[in-house]
């Protein structure tokens, strides 16, 4: 089994940045492919960024690369999502995801998510 803890969601202007962090705890985490999704209100999950076990391979949803970075630390169990130049338009809950394989769905465990909220 393996648990997700996110944190570091909160309130930011526009313009601004936030780091969110997602705590990996179980199995070994370092054999995990690690992702962040977001959920608007009324809108269906969307795929944010993905970094493989190794940390050598990122991927990254639509132009979010031009914003958002994903990193992760093995001696922290620890994956982050660096996310700057916020738009009200990334308002959404975040969530982390674990997988024992890298892609942009399906991912087999989940965190309870982050909330993150852009103001104009």
């Known amino acids: 089994q393996v648990q997700l803890v996110e944190s570091g969601g909160g309130l930011v202007q526009a313009g601004g940045s936030l780091r969110l962090s997602c705590v990996v705890t179980?199995?070994?985490?370092?054999?995990?492919?690690l992702g962040w999704f977001r959920q608007a209100p009324g809108k269906e999950r969307e795929f944010v960024a993905a970094?493989?076990?190794?940390?050598?391979?990122?991927y990254y949803g639509g132009s979010l690369k031009d914003r958002f970075t994903i990193s992760r630390d093995t001696a922290k169990n620890t994956v982050y999502l660096q996310m700057n130049s916020l738009k009200p338009e990334d308002t959404a809950v975040y969530y982390c995801?674990?997988?024992?394989?890298?892609?942009?769905?399906?991912?087999?465990?989940w965190g309870q998510g982050t909330q993150v909220t852009v103001s104009s």
């Open positions: 995801a674990a997988d024992l394989q890298l892609g942009t769905h399906n991912y087999q465990y």
């Open positions: 179980g199995r070994t985490f370092s054999r995990y492919a």
């Open positions: 970094i493989s076990w190794t940390g050598g391979s990122e």
